[in-house]
Every structure is written in C-alpha cells, then in structure tokens.
C-alpha cells in the first residue's frame, strides 16, 4: 500500500514540480493525494490541476488564529487520507496541533545547510555572510522554524560573481534531485529518527554501512 503524500506551497511550485515529475516517472512511489495552497494565485496550484491532482486553498486571514487555521489544515489533510505532508516553498509557520497530528511524518525542504541561514531569504543571507559553500536542507518538522531532525542534504559552492539569483537556480537544481529523494525515503519507511539524527536504512530495513 502505498503513502499518500499531500504538498503544500505557497508559490511557483518548483520543487512540487519535481515531486510530480518523479511520481510519474514511477520512482516516487506514492499515492499524490492532493496540494494545498494558503494562496489562491500559486503557480503551484495550476502545476497541480494540470495533473490531475486534488487541490484546496485555506488562507490563513480567513480563520482567527494559527490554531484554528491548523485545524483546517489537519482536517483537509486527513480528508485526503495523507500519510506524509512535505512543504514546498509553504511561507507559513505550522500549528503544533499539525506537528502532532504527522509525527515524524513532515518533511521541508529550505535552501541552506541548515542550521545556517534559518527563515527567509537563505541565499542572500548566505551571500552577505560570505560563506564559501552553501546548498540545501531536506528535515522533518518540527515546532520551530527549520530546526527539525534532518534528513539529506547537498552542499553547493558559491562563486565570487554570484548574485542572490544565479546563486539561487544553482541550489534550486539540487533541491529538485534531494526532495524527490527524501520523500521516497520516509515513503519507504527507510527512515529511522533517534533524537536529533535520522538514520537511513537500506532497501531491508537495516543500517546502512
Ligand atoms: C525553494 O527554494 C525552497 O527551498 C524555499 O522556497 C523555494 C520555493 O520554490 N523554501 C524556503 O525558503 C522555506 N524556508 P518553489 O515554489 O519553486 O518550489
């Protein structure tokens, strides 16, 4: 049987792009269950439609406070019978009544080598540092922002005439092979989390050498 995997986006959908790619091209085995979006004007709501994938909009002035709009989120969420959640460029903080209703069962992906450049604007953020290498983070959430259990990442090197833009498309080229790849891992049920780390197991279900 396989898991039933809902993405939620806020924008352009790249990344669910890839997501979609993968599941069609049968190395993403899952069932796509629907795309939630917290904005009605998301490219990542048409990449949805065009693939005949279920979609819901919930914005978040439409409900009193986190919570509630939290609640909406797990109800959707479990209406569509998902087992796994991933976020794709969701610009919303999640309710810990979502955490605890997916333990372990949410994956993000952000634009850094976590725990550097946390929240918004990544690459620049890296850029202003004047860091030599950055890349892109895939971790389970939890209740804070970027600082889950982490799963996979891949490191990217900044050249001296990058701007936030070129810098950005080169990261996002990674992102769009490692999302894929941990989705299919949880998905699996190759991943194994122990505190802080996440152990990835083989094809058998024992420890990697
Ligand atoms: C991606 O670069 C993703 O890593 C980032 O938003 C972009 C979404 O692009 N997410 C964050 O910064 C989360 N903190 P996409 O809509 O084309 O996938």
């Not at 406070?65 to 569509?80: M, P």
């Amino acid at each position: 049987m396989k898991a039933g995997l809902a993405v939620l986006a806020s924008g352009r959908g790249s990344n669910l792009q890839a997501i979609i790619d993968a599941w069609e091209q049968g190395t993403l085995p899952v069932n796509m269950v629907g795309v939630l979006s917290n904005n009605p004007q998301a490219q990542a709501l048409r990449r949805a439609q065009s693939h005949k994938i279920p979609t819901a909009v919930l914005r978040s002035k439409d409900y009193p406070d986190r919570r509630s709009y939290g609640q909406a989120l797990v109800q959707q969420l479990q209406a569509w019978q998902a087992d796994i959640v991933a976020l794709a460029g969701f610009m919303l903080l999640l309710d810990p009544v979502v955490i605890k209703a997916f333990p372990h069962r949410i994956l993000n992906i952000h634009p850094a080598l976590l725990p550097s450049f946390k929240g918004l604007d990544a690459q620049k953020q890296a850029l202003d540092y004047g860091v030599c290498v950055t890349g892109c983070t895939v971790h389970l959430v939890d209740q804070d922002m970027d600082t889950g259990p982490i799963v996979l990442q891949a490191a990217v090197s900044v050249k001296p005439d990058d701007t936030e833009d070129t810098l950005a498309a080169r990261i996002l080229k990674e992102e769009h092979r490692l999302y894929p790849e941990a989705i299919r891992l949880l998905a699996t049920g190759r991943l194994k989390v122990c505190g802080r780390k996440v152990e990835i197991l083989d094809e058998g279900g024992n420890y990697l050498d």
